[in-house]
């Protein structure tokens, strides 16, 4: 079959020659652009999504019902996973753009679409002045920027493993994930500095909008630096071995059509000319043939990389989220912290986390095994997790901002190998769909993580084995898909 011989585009480019190297120059200016462009794109989103799980008690008395904390919670909570569930459409839309339309288009609307919706959330009138309404509404925004934000990262970290060297894939890749840890260290001092100047009145009254209007300023300088930027080498030889092979896809269709033998490779320019004066059935075989779908392609022909690399991310998304996002919230209502306090503790993990990534990248293009490395660690948090979350429990500031400290800087050095792990899974031709959706998929368990645990002790009443059960089975799925991920993509363990 065309596609098989051509393998996507994937290292030989279908056999046509390498494409051009880009000028040393040029390279690091583009490089320059598009890892600025990754930081603010990512310190937008996660900046919101900062300042929504940061102010999750202010947010839940302003958009839900007063009267039970516990049905706010889960309301409140619900409303999160939901910016999650709808990633993975995302995914499918956005990496479709990305792997037939370009990086650099794929990238400029996802940042139009997860920054419009933010600075709207900051707009929102509360539930006590419409209603029913203002939770609503809170869902659709949340909706619109999962959707952006299943396209925006993976197109995002595609982009800067294509452009990198050879020798540094990992830790030019984890420059996404250090612009995750900038953009929530921005979220967390957007926070730090709303809460320190107001009043716990003022902050339900006007003042949990500011950190949402503010990211138009980010949002301004995010679009203008992925306005127009020029493609990678890899993704346009891809694409042009990919028409070649959809041109010999249409003319042999409509050679069946006609009863006609298929053309031989050399004669499928004359027979596409010629496809082009056929009309009726031959014609709607033309349209199907030359139109091509990458995420069909992935699932025809990558769907058991696809689920490995899902189950994969698993850990290493929860373990994120539950560490900076839902944590804090239990440190106040369980560890006796003060909520001024959990946002420098998690001010000070984030930049442990940020440090941790390039330092796993570097080790990573060095020759430290990623899987390898991986496993060790999701295997020590999940043996860990129940003992963690007593220590999370017991009232010691010292102890719970430790084992944090630890959580977050685990994540860290997994997510600083993830990039290289996942580029080497998929061939350039459905990268973006691939990547996209599986960071997703597994980003969606981690999304609906805090749901989750909420919802078993609300059930329980147990405030320590629920998360950590939850955090424990991550880890041994991740650990269990990194070994089989392993034997599937040898390439994915080590550097070249």
């Known amino acids: 079959m065309a596609a098989k011989g051509a393998e996507l585009a994937v290292g030989a480019h279908g056999g046509m020659p390498p494409p051009e190297a880009i000028p040393t120059r040029k390279l690091l200016l583009s490089l320059l652009a598009i890892s600025l462009g990754t930081v603010i794109e990512c310190a937008l989103p996660r900046a919101a999504l900062t300042v929504y799980s940061q102010l999750s008690k202010v947010l839940a008395v302003v958009f839900f019902p007063s009267g039970n904390p516990a049905v706010q919670a889960v309301s409140f909570w619900g409303l999160f996973a939901v910016g999650f569930l709808s990633r993975p459409v995302g995914a499918i839309l956005f990496g479709h753009l990305g792997d037939?339309?370009?990086?650099?288009?794929?990238?400029?609307?996802?940042?139009?679409?997860?920054?419009?919706?933010?600075?709207?959330?900051g707009c929102l009138p509360s539930y006590a002045t419409i209603g029913i309404a203002a939770p609503i509404l809170l869902a659709v925004l949340r909706l619109v920027q999962g959707l952006a934000m299943g396209g925006e990262f993976g197109a995002a970290m595609v982009y800067l493993v294509e452009l990198a060297n050879p020798r540094y894939k990992a830790l030019t890749g984890s420059l996404g994930y250090i612009s995750l840890g900038s953009g929530v260290v921005l979220g967390i001092l957007v926070v730090a500095a709303t809460m320190a100047g107001l009043s716990e009145e003022a902050l339900l009254a006007w003042g949990w909008r500011v950190p949402f209007l503010l990211s138009v300023i980010t949002l301004a300088v995010a679009a203008i630096l992925r306005y127009n930027m020029p493609e990678s080498s890899e993704f346009t030889a891809s694409r042009e071995a990919l028409e070649d092979e959809v041109a010999?896809?249409?003319?042999?269709?409509?050679?069946?059509?006609?009863?006609?033998?298929?053309?031989?490779?050399?004669?499928?320019?004359a027979a596409v000319a010629i496809s082009d004066d056929v009309e009726g059935g031959a014609a709607a075989a033309s349209g199907a043939g030359r139109h091509y779908v990458p995420v069909l392609e992935l699932f025809r022909g990558y769907w058991a990389g696809l689920a490995?690399?899902?189950?994969?991310?698993?850990?290493?998304?929860?373990?994120?989220?539950?560490?900076?996002?839902?944590?804090?919230?239990?440190l106040v209502k369980h560890g006796g912290i003060p909520t001024r306090l959990t946002l420098w503790m998690v001010l000070s993990c984030m930049l442990l986390f940020t440090g941790m990534v390039p330092l796993a990248g570097l080790a990573s293009d060095r020759g430290l095994p990623r899987l390898t490395t991986t496993i060790a660690l999701a295997l020590a948090s999940a043996g860990a997790a129940v003992p963690m979350f007593m220590g999370f429990a017991s009232g010691s500031l010292a102890l719970a901002w430790v084992l944090q400290a630890a959580l977050l800087a685990m994540s860290g050095f997994?997510?600083?190998?993830?990039?290289?792990?996942v580029a080497a899974i998929y061939p350039a031709g459905v990268r973006i769909s691939g990547c996209n959706l599986g960071v997703n998929l597994?980003?969606?368990?981690?999304?609906?993580?805090?749901?989750?645990?909420?919802?078993?002790?609300?059930?329980?009443?147990?405030?320590?084995?629920?998360?950590?059960?939850?955090?424990?089975?991550?880890g041994l799925i991740t650990a269990v898909a990194s070994a089989v991920l392993m034997r599937h993509c040898p390439a994915a363990n080590k550097a070249r």
Do not use: N
Not at 103 to 113: A, E, N, S
Not at 312 to 330: Q, R, V
Not at 414 to 421: C, E, F, K, S
Not at 443 to 470: K, R
């Open 100 to 121: 037939t339309k370009g990086r650099g288009t794929c990238l400029l609307v996802t940042v139009l679409l997860m920054g419009i919706p933010t600075v709207l959330i």
């Open 248 to 269: 010999a896809r249409s003319a042999a269709a409509q050679h069946a059509q006609h009863g006609a033998p298929a053309p031989a490779a050399g004669e499928a320019d």
């Open 308 to 330: 490995l690399h899902a189950l994969y991310g698993t850990w290493i998304s929860a373990s994120f989220l539950i560490g900076y996002s839902w944590l804090p919230s239990y």
């Open 414 to 421: 997994a997510m600083g190998m993830l990039p290289a792990v």
């Open 442 to 474: 597994s980003s969606t368990f981690g999304g609906v993580c805090p749901l989750i645990i909420t919802a078993v002790q609300a059930a329980t009443g147990s405030v320590v084995h629920g998360p950590g059960i939850v955090l424990a089975a991550t």
